[in-house]
Structures are given as C-alpha cells and as structure tokens.
C-alpha cells in the first residue's frame, strides 16, 4: 500500500475535528453578528451559527449513538426552526422598511429616544425636549 | 484504506470550502454576494451531512435552505434594496470587537472540545435507511420518540407563516379596523379599468 | 407545511429489496478490489456518459423541437445544413460558441458569470441520479426524489442571479417572474411526486421504478394517481418555464426575460439549461408514473409479457420520456401564455388544494388497501 | 444653527399614503423602439409600480417621412404611390381614400365595373390584414402557431394580389378615375375558390385560439374602452365598434358597392380585448359576405374613365372625404390653390393615430402583460401613425 495514502488515511477526522470545524463555522457566525449592520446581513450570519449547531447534534450522533436518530431529528428541528424565524424576520425587515425606509440596525433606536437628532447648543435641547414631554403628556391625557 | 484516505481527503476539502465561504458571507460589502455566498456556505454543509451518513437530512439541508431560505433572503435584499446600497464598512473598532470576541469564542470552545472525554462509540456504522428512521422517530411517542416536539414545530410552522403574513401585509386605510384586506390607501387614486366599468357602461354612445 | 412533507417522505421511504447495480457502486466495489484502472475507468464513463447525454440531449431537444414546431406549423423546418437539416443544431452550437461574449459595463460581473453554470448544475446534478435501466444509473441514493426536488433551488437562483446581475430592468422583472413561478409550482409537483412515494414506499428513484413491475402508477394508484400526473406534468411545465408558463422569459413582454443580457456561450447555458430540463423532468414523470424503465406487461398474458420484455428498457424509458417531451412540446406550440396573476391563481387556488386533497386520498387508499378496481396482476 | 427635529407625532404616523405600501419605487422602462412588441418602431415609456403599469406615454415619430410634406410637390396620380405606405395592411383602401378625395374634388364619375373591382380589391384586402392581426394577436400572447397559420393563408390573397396588381404589399392599385389594371380572366374563379377554403379556415382559427380558456382569460375584461372614452379618442374603425359605437361608413355613407350590398356592422358591447378581436373576427365572416355577393355581378365596361395622360385639375378650395380602411377612418383632406396641378396641402386622418392614444386610457392598472394584449388588440400599424 502507498505509504502516503496510508498517512491521509490515518488522519480521518475524528469527533474532535468535526467539532473543531462547527466551532470555526459558529464563531464566523458570531463575527459577523458583530460587525453587521444591515439587519438581513446580521440574519446571515444568524443562518451560519445556526447551521454549525445544527451540525454538532447531527457529529455526536455520529459518533456516539450511531444506531440512532435522534440527532438527525434535532436537526431537523432546527432547520424548520430557522425557515420560521427567516420568514418572521424577512417580514419584520419588510415592515422596518417600510417605516423607516432602512434596514440599518444602528438606527433602530426610537425606543430609547423620539428625538432622532438634534444639532445645537445645549439650551435649545432641552427646549425640544421639553417640548416632546408636553407632548407626550397630552397624548397621554386624551 | 483507499476510502477512508478519501473520505479525509473529501472532509478536509469540503471544510475549507465551507469555511471560506462562510468568511465570504461575513465579509463581502455586497449583501446579495453574501447571499449567494450563504448558499455555497449551505450546500456544502450538506455535503458534511452526507458524509456523516445523514443523507435524508443533506436533501432537507438543499430544499429547505438552498430551495426556500437563500431566495427569501434574496427577494428580502431586493425588498428591503440592501443590495443597492453597499453597506458601511465597519469601523475598525468594531472589526476589532468582533474578531476578539468570536475568536476568543473559538479558543474556548474547541479547548473544551479537546479537554473533554467523549464517550465514542465503537460500532460506527450508520443505519441504511436513515429517511425510514427519521420518519419513525418523529412520529413516535414514548423514549426515542418526537410527536410532541413535531407538533410543536407544527404549530410554531404555522403561527410563522401567519406571523409573517400579518406583518409583511400592507397597512390598511387609516380609520378602518386592522381586519379589512389590507388595501393601500392610495389606491383609490389610482385608475382601474375593472372598477371603470361598472358606472360608466350607463352612459355609453350607441 | 415543511413538517409535514418531511414526515411524509419520512414514512414512505422504506427500504426495498431490489438493489441495482450503478455505477457508483461498480466504483466502490473496484475501488474495494483494488483495481484503481477499472475504478477510473468507470468514473471516466460516467462523466463522459453524463457530458454525451447532456449534449445530446440538447442538440437532439433542440432539433426536435424545431421540427415539431414547423411541423405544427405546416412548414418545413431546418432543412439545409446535413438531411433534413439534422446538422442545423450543431452549426447554430457552433455559432453561439463563436460568438463575443458581451458582459453589460453595469453588471455584477461575478454574479453574471456564475448564474448560468448554477442554472446548468441544477440540471446536470438530476441527470446523474435518473435510473435510465437498471444497470444504466450513474448513482443511486436513498433520497432520490427528494435529491431531485432538492437541486432544483440551484436553478432557481441561476436565474434570480442571472436577472438580478444584469442591471436591466427586464431581466429583473423576469427573474422576480422566475423566483415566485417557480417556488410556487415546486409545492404542486412535490404534492404530486409524494402520491407515488406513498405508493412505492421508497425515495429511491431505482426502487420506485421497481415498484412499478405490477402496473404503472398512474393507473395501479387508481385514479389518484392520474390526478398527480396530470398535476406534476403542468407543475413541471411551469418550473421548467415553458409556454404556457413562459412569463419569465416571455419574448413578447420582456424581450427576453432573465437572460436578455446574456450572449455567446453563456446564453447556450441558459438555452441548454432549458431543454435538458425538459429531459430530465419528462424523465421524472416518466419514472414516477409511467414505470421508467419498466416494460408495458398485462397481467397473466406470459406471452405478451415476454415480448415486452424483449425490448431493452432503455428504449422503454427513452419512449416514455419522449411521449412526455411531445405532449410538453405540444403544450407550447398551442397555447398563449398566461399572464402573472392567472398563473398565481392556477397555482394557489387551483392546483393546491387538488393536489392536498389528492394526497389525502391516496393515504387512504394507501391505508386502508382501497383497490376498487383490480390490479391488473395477480 | 441648523435643527432638525423629528416630533412624536411624526414618528408615531406612518409615512403619507403612497409611501405605507411595501415601499416600492416606481420605475420607468422603455418599451421599444427596440422591443418584440413594438411592431415596427413605437415607443412606449410605462412608468410602473414593479408589474403594475401606472401610466403609458407612447413616443411616435421613428418612421416619420413627411409623406405629406412629400405630396405638395406631387399631382394626384402620382400621390397614390405614397399612400401604400401608410397603413401597409391597408394599401389598397388607402389608394381609394385618396382617389376618392380626388374625384369628388376633380367631379370624376367612375363607371360599375371599376367600382365593383374596387370593393373586392377592399374587402379582399380587409380579411388579409385582420388575418395578419389574428396571428401577430396570437404571437404577441405566445401562441407562435397562429401567427404561422394565418401567414400560411394570407399568402393565397397574397398572390391573388400579385396576379392582378404586380405587387403583394405595397400595392398601387386605385388611381382617380379608375384602377390600373383590369383582372384577369380567371380572378373570379380564384376569389370563388378562396372563399370556399376560407370559411373552414376562420372555423378553424377559433378551434386553435377563440376558444382557448387561457386567450379568453387574457382578453375578456381587460381593457375596457367604453364607447364614451372612445369617441371621445376619436377612436375609428374595429377598435370604436367594439365599444359598442356601430360607426362603419361603409354602412353609414355607402360608397363603392357597398350600398347594393347586404351585410352586417359587427358591434360590441363591453369594449374589452375580447369584444375587439371578436368584432375583427365577425368582419372577415361580413368580408366574405360582401365578396360572395358581388364576385358574380362585376359589370361589363372599361377600368378607367380618364386618359393615361388626362391632366386632373383640382378648383380651388379644401375638400376633405373619407373611407373605411381596416383599421378605420381614413380622412384625406386636400387643399389646392387652383393653379399648380399639385394641391398646396394634403393631411391624412389616420385612424391608427387615434387609436394609439385609447393604451394611454387603457393600460394603467394593468399588468405588463396586458399592455401586450391591449396593443395588440388595437392592431396598430406604426407607419400609419408616424406618416
């Protein structure tokens, strides 16, 4: 026998380098959860971790119970799972849209404040926003 | 000997495939290269599912991602025009915090992965016919069984989809209960020859 | 939705007892022997086998169809280059290759180039797992049926890239045509094809086509299973985007629809595309309704039955496909095509429901043994 | 200082009315002057909102060639050679619509023979080019088949054409005062004949396409044109009849033999595609009525009351006559100062022009491909149109 096909041969991937490869996999995924702004690019990268977890339930049925399918069925699971949260999310993105007209996640923010930007002296603010209360007191009231 | 050289051969050819293509996925400026990226990314993994012998579920992999999830992302980029505009480098900063996060991740992890002892089993062949035992296990009720999980994903299947239909729906005419079919409130405006008919026909020249 | 067709193709696929032998396994068993030259040797054939028949086909479709169509058409059709004009296929092959291969300045170049060698994948793939006879099958898996409904998303976003890539407004009108045809006709020809895997029992596409050695489908399933027939020949029509169908490339609206920016070699990808899909979905229904490979027999007549069977059954498959090929053609060289909401309407309101009703009728009959009718053998 | 603020309100509102839908951006695309459905060169700016069509602005003008400019320079034997290329489809009708102006201008009276020759002539031309419109109808929708079939059949009119006049399409035929050339000998027994194969033939048509639920669901109530709108285009011809308006001046102001003829105006009711390819069907079946009645009783007499050299001469003043071409009113209005054998101005009232604009009327709301089907049902010829 070629003693290099021999050496390939004896470098079959074990449990651990699967695992090893789902944990690449899960942590691009994660970087790209980071460094995203564009919400359907954060889904992605969503998708991506997903998918390596996926993986992992499948490699350890594999290898440690591999007269059953439980893992199989685990990931099947996770694959309806995804397809329902890609359709809620698509429409959610859609309805941002919509609203805002963009998808950047960083402009997501007007639960934390109704005054979207205010350029001027500090004075000035605070009169906008004293402003907003009042307005938001009498929405309120009615 | 020759199979097994092959099967590493395949594997470790299959992994980096996948992982480049996930870097491509998290990388590129334009989304819908990312997307397209995605499914390379997808396909490949269900190669890995083939080589883990779970053929039924390399199938499901391609039709449900390949075949529904990638070209809903790719009409969402459409809709949402994320594919028009390129989207903002990210700051260094924040490449920074990335990678040191989802590296420090990947450290961790796979040093558990290498710490801990597996219990691998010695027997390592796949049934024949995995499709015939995923059906039977989903159906199944008492250990080894999923109906209840099944059922769940059944509903949760459903109240997505009709999640999905409410939100995604156009907003009805102010001043009306949010049941009516959804019509723009601009359309009245607009010209429609169907609705045209019905209160001109009288007043025909004949 | 997606649950309950995976439990569905869960439960039918049961193993069967009748294995053949393809050429993948030939591989294996050589590459297991020892002998490396008969295992390049058999993978060599296969490649070579599946580039001939992807040609071939198309050049034959091709030419075919334009004769049929002239001949619809009370005319004559190609007849100068070779008899009858049989070399006309090959000369215009030879002219598209020749041709400048112009890429729009605004297009994504990337995606422009990569979209029609999706488009071509996805076909390619599905000829390598149809049971052509029973020792002629380039690889048989478990999950064939589903492998094949599976690969067709890779057509899908050849042709969503191909439009998108372009940066023409018709291409991309065209491909978002394509995209919502085609996602919705899959649903309707997935209902169709699991009738006869509830029938056969099995995913493979081999073992599907022996479960036929009683009687085809399309009349042992007792009228279900003519329904989905009759389903999956218009649904596939629809995903193969041929007239009436063809909005996404209709000429007449969008010029050329989703590949109106391509030319030269790229274009005859998409052209190609097109036509080996023909093949290989007549060849799908021929193997799931008209008994593949099988040969015609009735009942208890052994002699009738062994003259059938002297006919090899790779002419038995070739004469169910081309039957479907012609009705197919046919199809396109009557009818008008329909406009975008009809054909959302045909599918969603019409053949939706028939197709869910039918696939509930035939899990009774599957389940109670219904056979009004008796089978034809014993 | 520069503020920009956003109040609570504003934000809490969704945006205004047009922009709450899915947010689509509205689009225009140029249909033509290079586009399968141009028919020629006719240029449609569509703006739309992704398949829907909101508005439609045709752009004529790519075959423009200042016919009329051409024809002060011209006398009117030598204007009816321009006419042909209008309404190609229509040449022959065309030549009469100038003839006839001339020789109620001119107070030239023709004779039966040449009156009879030039109402077949018409008619025979009017099935032909409903003929082509049934087909290009056909290839416009995707049935390619039909297109053939009737190519297939307007080729025997075709020839009958060739025999008698010398050309196929662009044919110069009626000329003030007469035709060009008698008919042959046999041309009774061909029309006969034709007209025998004919009537299984337009049978045979609605068997292929008539009946076809899928043209049906294409045409029927798509495109609505009632008959108030189309008078109000100065709709012509099929397009106006179809509308429920029975403008037909064959009927209306018999002239050639129409008055001794028996046949029906075809009208109908909804004014949608369906109504205008039926109204079309219907007037080849009224065609081949008129034909049959007239083919046996062609008087005896010469073809042409003038000299070859005879110097028409046209009083000064306007005059103005019109004819039914198959597509509708022809106008031709001409204006002669009495002097030069040339008239100072001439003008065509070209009914395809008028019936352009009813896809302004027709198409928005529509889907792209229903802006195939009303185009097609209003069977333009651009040349016509551009002039």
């Known amino acids: 026998m070629n003693p290099l096909i021999a050496q390939i ?134 | 000997m020759i199979a097994s050289a092959i099967y590493t051969v395949l594997f470790y050819a299959i992994a980096a495939g996948t992982i480049l293509l996930a870097l491509a996925v998290v990388n ?179 | 939705m997606t649950a309950t067709s995976l439990t569905y193709f869960a439960i039918a696929a049961a193993q069967g007892a009748f294995k053949n032998v393809t050429v993948s396994e030939r591989t294996a068993q050589a590459f297991a022997d020892g002998s490396w030259i008969l295992a390049i040797v058999y993978i060599v054939v296969a490649l070579g086998g599946l580039a001939a028949l992807v040609t071939l086909s198309g050049l034959v479709l091709i ?63 599905v000829l390598g797992v149809l049971p052509y006879s029973p020792i002629l099958q380039i690889t048989d898996i478990n999950i064939g049926v589903l492998f094949v409904t599976a690969v067709s998303g890779f057509g899908v976003m050849g042709i969503l890239l191909g439009g998108w890539s372009s940066n023409n407004k018709w291409s991309m009108v065209g491909a978002m045509r394509a995209g919502a045809q085609i996602i919705s006709y899959e649903i309707s020809a997935t209902l169709a094809l699991l009738v006869v895997v509830l029938f056969s029992g099995s995913l493979s596409l081999a073992e599907i086509v022996q479960s036929q050695d009683a009687g085809w489908w399309i009349w042992r399933a007792n009228g279900v299973g003519f329904v989905s027939f009759i389903i999956f020949v218009i649904a596939v029509t629809a995903e193969i985007n041929r007239t009436p169908f063809d909005i996404p490339e209709g000429e007449s609206e969008l010029a050329a629809g989703f590949h109106t920016e391509y030319s030269g070699l790229r274009f005859s990808f998409f052209f190609l595309a097109e036509f080996i899909n023909m093949f290989v979905v007549s060849g799908m229904t021929a193997t799931l309704f008209l008994g593949g490979w099988m040969p015609f027999h009735i009942g208890a007549w052994a002699g009738f039955n062994g003259f059938m069977d002297l006919i090899p059954p790779v002419l038995w498959f070739t004469g169910k496909t081309s039957v479907v090929i012609f009705l197919i053609m046919w199809f396109r060289w009557t009818f008008p095509r329909l406009r975008v909401d009809q054909l959302m309407y045909l599918e969603w309101k019409v053949l939706l429901p028939i197709g869910f009703v039918n696939l509930f009728a035939a899990a009774v009959v599957v389940l109670y043994n219904l056979y009004p009718f008796p089978i034809l053998v014993p | 200082m520069t503020v920009r603020v956003r109040t609570l309100d504003e934000l809490l509102t969704p945006p205004a009315a047009g922009s709450s839908a899915l947010s689509t951006q509205e689009y225009f695309v140029n249909m033509g002057p290079q586009h399968p459905i141009a028919h020629g060169s006719l240029r449609l700016v569509l703006r739309l909102d992704g398949e829907t069509v909101k508005e439609v602005i045709p752009v004529p003008g790519f075959v423009h060639r200042g016919i009329e400019k051409m024809c002060e320079k011209l006398n009117p034997r030598q204007i009816i050679h321009l006419t042909d290329r209008l309404d190609y489809l229509s040449a022959v009708m065309n030549n009469w619509g100038v003839a006839k102006a001339v020789e109620k201008a001119a107070n030239i009276e023709t ?29 416009d929708l995707g049935a390619y088949t039909a297109f053939l079939y009737a190519f297939r059949d307007r080729e025997i009119i075709s020839e009958l054409f060739e025999e008698t006049i010398g050309a196929r399409l662009t044919m110069n035929y009626v000329r003030p005062g007469g035709v060009m050339f008698d008919i042959l000998p046999d041309f009774q027994e061909k029309v006969k004949k034709l007209l025998k194969y004919l009537g299984p033939i337009i049978d045979e048509y609605d068997t292929l396409l008539s009946g076809n639920v899928i043209l049906q669901e294409r045409l029927r109530n798509v495109g609505v044109l009632d008959g108030k709108k189309a008078v109000a285009l100065g709709c012509t011809g099929p397009v106006l009849r179809a509308s429920g308006v029975p403008l037909d001046l064959r009927k209306l102001t018999p002239y050639g033999r129409y008055g001794d003829v028996e046949f029906n105006v075809a009208v109908g009711s909804k004014g949608d595609c369906w109504d205008r390819y039926y109204t079309r069907m219907e007037e080849i079946r009224q065609s081949m009525r008129i034909i049959e009645q007239l083919i046996d009783s062609i008087p005896e007499g010469p073809v042409n009351v003038l000299r070859a050299s005879a110097r028409i001469s046209i009083p000064e003043g306007t005059y103005y006559d019109q004819i039914e071409t198959a597509r509708g009113v022809l106008g031709v209005m001409l204006v002669s100062d009495g002097k030069s054998p040339s008239p100072y101005r001439v003008h065509f009232r070209s009914p395809n022009f008028n019936n352009l604009w009813a896809v302004t009327a027709l198409a928005p709301g529509w889907r792209i491909a229903d802006i195939i089907t009303i185009q097609s049902s209003l069977d333009l010829v651009i040349p016509d149109i551009d002039r």
């Open chain 2, 28 to 206: 590129t400026r334009k989304l819908l290269r990312a997307a397209v990226a995605l499914m390379g990314a997808l396909s490949t993994t269900a190669g890995l599912y083939a080589m883990l012998d779970a053929q039924f579920l390399a199938g499901v992999q391609v039709l449900v991602y390949v075949g529904g999830i990638v070209v809903l992302i790719v009409f969402a980029i459409m809709l949402t025009r994320s594919g028009e505009l390129l989207e903002d480098n990210p700051t260094l900063k924040r490449k920074l915090v990335g990678a040191v996060i989802s590296i420090g991740f990947l450290v961790s992890s796979v040093g558990a992965v290498w710490g801990s002892p597996f219990a691998i089993a010695s027997a390592g062949k796949a049934p024949a016919n995995d499709a015939l035992m995923i059906g039977k296990a989903l159906l199944d009720y008492g250990p080894g069984g999923f109906v209840v999980p099944f059922e769940v994903i059944s509903l949760l299947l459903l109240a997505a989809m009709l999640g999905g239909i409410v939100i995604a729906r156009k907003t009805p005419p102010t001043g009306q209960p949010f049941t009516s079919g959804g019509d723009l409130p601009g359309e009245a405006e607009v010209y429609h020859p169907l609705s045209q008919r019905d209160d001109e026909t009288g007043g025909r020249a004949s």
């Open chain 1, 9 to 142: 041969a004896a470098h079959s991937p074990g449990l651990r380098d699967w695992l090893a490869l789902t944990s690449v996999i899960f942590s691009i995924g994660l970087y790209g959860l980071l460094t995203r702004r564009n919400a359907v690019g954060i889904l992605m990268a969503v998708e991506l971790m997903l998918n390596s977890a996926a993986m992992n339930f499948v490699i350890f049925n594999r290898f440690c119970l591999p007269a059953r399918m439980d893992g199989s069925v685990m990931a099947i699971f996770v694959i309806a799972v995804a397809a329902a949260e890609v359709v809620v999310g698509m429409a959610i993105f859609v309805a941002l849209y919509r609203y805002r007209g963009t998808v950047d996640v960083n402009q997501m923010n007007t639960m934390q404040d109704p005054v979207i930007s205010i350029e001027g002296p500090g004075d000035f603010n605070r009169e906008v926003m004293k402003n907003i209360n009042k307005q938001y007191k009498s929405r309120h009231d009615h």
């Open chain 3, 63 to 125: 030419y075919v169809e334009r004769k049929l169509a002239a001949h619809f058409q009370c005319r004559l059709g190609p007849m100068r280059v070779g008899w009858h004009g049989i070399f006309q296929t090959v000369a215009d092959a030879v002219k598209l290759l020749l041709k400048e291969d112009v890429i729009p300045e605004k297009a994504d170049k990337a995606m422009h180039l990569l979209a029609p060698f999706l488009s071509m994948m996805a076909t390619v793939m």
């Open chain 4, 111 to 139: 004779n039966g023979r040449i009156e009879t020759i030039r109402t077949l002539m018409s008619e025979l031309q009017r099935i032909q080019s409903h003929m082509l419109w049934w087909g290009v109808l056909g290839m």
